[in-house]
Structures are given as C-alpha cells and as structure tokens.
C-alpha cells in the first residue's frame, strides 16, 4: 500500500470578509496556507472595504453562522479556530453557539478586532460585553493590540483613535478584581499607562498591566501585540510568566490585516502541536515579515501585508507546472 502523504491539520477561522483581501478571511486564509495548514472559514459579517475605507458592513444572519461553525465541525476534524471581526452582539453569541460544538480541548485564538486600519468601527459599541462573556472564557489565547487591550481591561482612553468605546458596559474586569482586591479601579489607572507618558517604558509597562488584567477575564494566555507601539514589541502573560518578543519595527512597511495574520499565523502553529509561547513567538516573525513585505502598490491607502511572498516571487523563474506567460 503506497505511504499516506502526511496529515495536514484544519483550522478554522471565523471573522468577516474584506473585500479587498487585506484582512479578515482572506488574510486569514493566506496565513493557514502560508503556515502549511488547511483553512476553513465561517463568515460573521461582509465589509465592503478596500485599503482606504471600510464603505458598508452587513451582518451574517446569527443561524447562518452557526450553520457554517457546523458545517465544518461535523467533517472536518477542526485543530484549531481563529476568531476576528464579530460585529454584533448577537453575531458574538452566534459564535458562542457555534464554540459549544467544537471538543473543549481545540485551541481557540481571539483577535478582539474593533476598528479597521482605515478608522471603522468593526465591533459595536454593546457587543464588547459579549466579547468578554462569552468569548474570552473559551479563548486559548487572545491577542489584542493596546487599544483594545484597554477596551477589554476596562481603561478606555478619551480621545484614543483606535479605540473610543465606552466600557461602561462591561464593568467585569473592575468587579472581579475590587473582589479579588488585586484589580485597580478604573480611575486608578497609573500615570505611566496615560498616552501623554508614552516612553517605549510607559507602554511596556502598561501592556505588562493590561495584559494580567485581561487574563483574569478567562483567556489562558494574553498576547498584547505591539503594532501600535513606540517599538513593536508584544506582550506575553501565560498566567505565571510575561514574555517580551522583540523584532524589527518596519516603520515603511505596509500593515493592513497585520492582527489578522498574527492571531491566523498563532492558530496554525496551535494545529502544528506548538505551545502557546513558541506560537507567539512564530506569529510575531511571520507577521513582522508580512509588514516588512507588505504590497505597498496595491491601493492607495494602507497596503496589505504579504505573508506569501508574493512580492518576491514575482520575477522568480517559473517552476515546473507554473502556467507560462
Ligand atoms: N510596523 C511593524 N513592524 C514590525 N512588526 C509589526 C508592525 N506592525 C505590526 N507588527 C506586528 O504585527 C503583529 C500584529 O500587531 P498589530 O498590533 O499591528 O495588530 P492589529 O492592530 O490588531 O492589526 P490590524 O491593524 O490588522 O487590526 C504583531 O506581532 C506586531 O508586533
Ligand atoms: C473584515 C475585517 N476584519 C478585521 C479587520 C482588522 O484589520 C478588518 N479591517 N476587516
């Protein structure tokens, strides 16, 4: 009997559909592929979105994202899942649904996406209270940037960009901790955490913090990425040690769909057998690489990163069975 070609593991992302395939489920399939793994997708929401704008956003209907979580579960055996744009808060319980039919023990990666690159809302206002109640207790790891880290730990900034939502709506972070005694109040935040004192040592600082609040909220392990930061580093709590993954910041690079691939790249590594640390540590490298190469051509706004190499295989010679030109 001829030899099996080996087994290629699934992963499953669930977010919205950019279309101009910078990030969401087009991202996130080129970083499956690009990791070696199979992709299969569940569709939350379609943008109509290019590298400049984010022109409309229209919700899958909750019973037709469940349908796609099953379609998937009931065949293919699901290594690991990654989780992007959620939209709604009834979108965000479809999901939770759709969890509930995967085996406990399948890692689940959160990419808590809340504004685009461009500056559109992808996360409604309500829907970050269903984000850290029924998502983040089943997440395995999750990977916010610094904005959203202080949307999910409940220190929003006024004025912040990238991420303006009030949390008044998910006071949990604050009310576990004023239990537990360990957690600061809101108000209480540190000075070194305000954007005024943004020194590369305020923002490692203040990352090192969100990231252990955040933890308390249910993830296994919080990845605070860096991509908004002063130098690009992210931010690893597993619940006993902080890690710091250092690289590169590629400051000329092209960076839209940068979360999607990390959180993809982690996902896959995940279904490759890795911890979550060397995952991290992968994802970073790989996403870093994406921005350095990203296709600053394509678009006129923010290009899309290029976690395939596409740039550098133009000109390459033709391999056997590449279709002549
Ligand atoms: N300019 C850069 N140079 C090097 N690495 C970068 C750069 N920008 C982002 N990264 C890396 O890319 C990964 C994703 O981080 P980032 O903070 O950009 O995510 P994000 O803000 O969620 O992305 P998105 O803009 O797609 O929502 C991290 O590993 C981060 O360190
Ligand atoms: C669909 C979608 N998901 C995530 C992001 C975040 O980059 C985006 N711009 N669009």
Redesign the pocket.
Known sequence: MPDLPPRVPVCLTIAGSDSGGG?GIQADLKAFAACGVHGASAITAITAQNTLAVTGVWPVPPDAIVAQIAAVVDDLDVAAVKIGMLGSAESTAAVARGLALLDPGVPVVV?P?MVA?SGARLLDEGAVTALVELILPRATVVTP?LPEARVLAGHPRAGDPRADHSHADHPRADREGAEEGTRRPAAAIPAAATPTAATPEAEAAEAEELARAIHRLGPSVVVV????RTE?I?TVFDGTTVTRIR?????D?A??????T?ASVLAAQLALGLGPVPAARE??AR??AA?RDGLRGVGAGAGPVDVLGLAARRGAPARPGDLAS
């Open positions: 990030a990419d996406v690159e940037n990425t860096g991509g908004h690009a992210d690289g590169e910041r590629h400051a690079g960076a839209h769909g940068s979360g999607c990390h994802a970073k996403a870093s921005v």
